[in-house]
């Protein structure tokens, strides 16, 4: 009996809570460099979140594929303190052995919130004249070709394991604080290659500093008509994109989590929300991806994509 009391006084407690959520301050971790994509996305997103859930919505961003998600993976699991992070959330599982936290025990998926696809790009004057031509390369020279990486883990390190995998070669990685300076370093030739989200891409791409082999979205992207994407080129193994989702700390109450969700769906409707996104070559997330149990799912089946990649590879981030 004192069992079954207890029990119904804490749903009652649960209950109350969830329904007068939110009524303070959020904080939304963005889990990348201040002023970098994930950064971006971020900010994007907690404008429209603040007005769809009904409270202020502030960033803090903290640099590190580590460091974000666990600072919410400690904090109090009740709605206050949530994690917007990238593909690196499911590489994370497998690229480091010792994590302070489990991927994904240890957040609660809230929702997808974007997909960019990424863009393989070579030096200007790169011997090759298709992605054909750029992987027959990258098997006979291996070592010999040197591909730009903005660190473990990210995507565009992601993008060349696949590049590697299916050319059955190692490249020589050469590793950037940030896609920018590899991308500095690539137009100025003394870079091969490297993988990079159009966002940052498209504007080298357009005006002749970079070349661009293959998009690896389903479908050909707006801005680069004339792009193939990589199955079209006949690499449909490296097919992937650069995706953000939102996450609370596990154990936060399902009310609440289910709360911040429909938030998240309809700051994903956003008129304003939806033109910076469009802006950045970044598609907002389905209502379906948005939902809790698809992105849970989804982690879930990342993770297990990414191991045996990052495996054979043997890079490893500790």
Avoid: K
Wanted: glycine residues 10%; neutral net charge.
């Amino acid at each position: 009996m004192l069992r079954r009391t207890l029990l119904a006084a804490l749903l009652l407690t649960t209950g109350a809570f969830a329904q007068a959520y939110p009524t303070r301050t959020i904080t939304l971790v963005a889990a990348g460099a201040a002023g970098g994509p994930t950064d971006t996305i971020t900010r994007i997103t907690a404008d429209a979140l603040s007005r769809t859930i009904g409270q202020n919505v502030v960033v803090e961003a903290i640099g590190g594929s580590v460091v974000g998600p666990q600072r919410v993976a400690q904090a109090r699991p009740d709605g206050y303190t949530l994690l917007l992070n990238n593909i690196g959330m499911a590489a994370s599982a497998t690229l480091f052995r010792r994590l302070p936290y489990d991927v994904p025990g240890s957040f609660a998926p809230l929702g997808l919130v974007s997909d960019a696809a990424m863009t393989v790009i070579t030096r200007p004057g790169f011997p090759a004249t298709d992605m054909a031509g750029l992987m027959a390369r990258l098997t006979r020279e291996g070592e010999g070709l040197n591909l730009a990486t903005s660190g473990l883990g990210g995507a565009s390190n992601l993008c060349g394991l696949l590049m590697q995998r299916d050319a059955n070669a190692r490249a020589t990685v050469v590793v950037f604080r940030g896609t920018g300076p590899a991308i500095a370093e690539l137009m100025a030739g003394r870079i091969d290659m490297m993988c990079d989200q159009a966002t940052n891409t498209v504007p080298y791409i357009r005006d002749g500093r970079v070349r661009a082999f293959a998009v690896s979205s389903p479908t050909r992207l707006a801005g680069l008509p004339e792009v193939p994407t990589t199955a079209e080129a006949g690499f449909p193994g490296i097919s992937m994109s650069t995706w953000h989702g939102l996450y609370a700390p596990a154990g936060t109450p399902e009310a609440v989590q289910e709360h911040i969700s429909a938030a998240l769906r309809q700051a994903l409707r956003d008129d304003r929300l939806r033109q910076r996104f469009a802006e950045l070559l970044t598609d907002p997330a389905t209502e379906e991806r948005a939902s809790i149990a698809f992105h849970r799912r989804f982690v879930a089946e990342e993770v297990q994509r990414w191991r045996p990649v990052i495996q054979a590879a043997g890079a490893y981030a500790d």
